[in-house]
């Protein structure tokens, strides 16, 4: 009877310390998962865009090339008035500008250009036509996909003075005149390296001069014109340049 008392007993002893491992063992595992769970989880380090390279802010750049004036000529009547007034109208344009980009894709700059242009007609006609322009500009930049080519769109507006060199048989005279003007560009940039890119670029002008001062070797007066006499300075030109970044 003794034997079987203890017996029950040993048997009851060895439940309630098997139960308390497998609680204890529950508990640890419930502690551990608990602290897994209550650790804050570490948050994701961006990776810096290293394929995006640096954009400068400032630049500056050098151009030249082929410009065309965009006035009507009035009536012509031989073939050699008509390659005079073609000579008038073409010629060359050169010039330079400085640009900077707060923004990525927003600029500010300051252009200036010269065109000069001549025609002769035989040993009776000749003029020297130089027209300047400086100025302002605001400029939108954007890429296509390389990250690296950039199209820039300007709008300009700015000062544009005209002088006319003319000689008529024996008497010569100087046209001069001022006016405001304004302007669209837009452009291809490629840089070559990290400090120098080319470009070609396209730009059309807009301006008249209602007002001229004409000079000869005795006297100077100033000329009122209408606006059908007036004279246009509207033209054309493409370019290619170099800046450096």
Known sequence: MIRS???????????????????????????????AFDQPSKPALRKKNTDQPDLPRWSVGLNGGYAYRLFRAGRVNTHDEQEYIKDLKSGIA????????????VGFGVRYEMYKGKANL??????????????????????????????????????????????VGAEQFTFSGKTM??????????????????????????????????????????????????VDLSRFSLTLGFRFL
Do not use: C
């Not at 050169?94 to 707060?102: M, Q, R, S, V």
């Open 5 to 35: 008392f203890a017996a029950l007993f040993m048997f009851l002893g060895m439940l309630v310390h098997s139960a308390s491992a497998q609680e204890a063992s529950i508990t640890e595992w419930k502690k551990d998962r608990e602290e």
């Open 94 to 105: 050169f010039g330079g500008d400085i640009a900077y980009f707060p923004w990525k894709h």
């Open 122 to 167: 035989d040993s009776l006609q000749s003029e020297k036509v130089t027209i300047q322009h400086l100025s302002g500009a605001l400029i939108h930049r954007s890429f296509l996909r390389n990250g690296k080519t950039a199209i820039l769109t300007s709008l300009l507006l700015g000062y544009q003075p005209y002088e006319n060199k003319s000689v």
């Open 181 to 230: 003007n304004w302007g669209v560009s837009v452009g291809i940039e490629q840089p070559i390296s990290p400090k120098f890119a080319l470009n070609l670029t396209g730009t059309a002008m807009m301006g008249a001069i209602y007002r001229l001062q004409r000079k000869t070797e005795f006297s100077t007066e100033t000329l009122h014109l209408s606006k059908d006499d007036s």
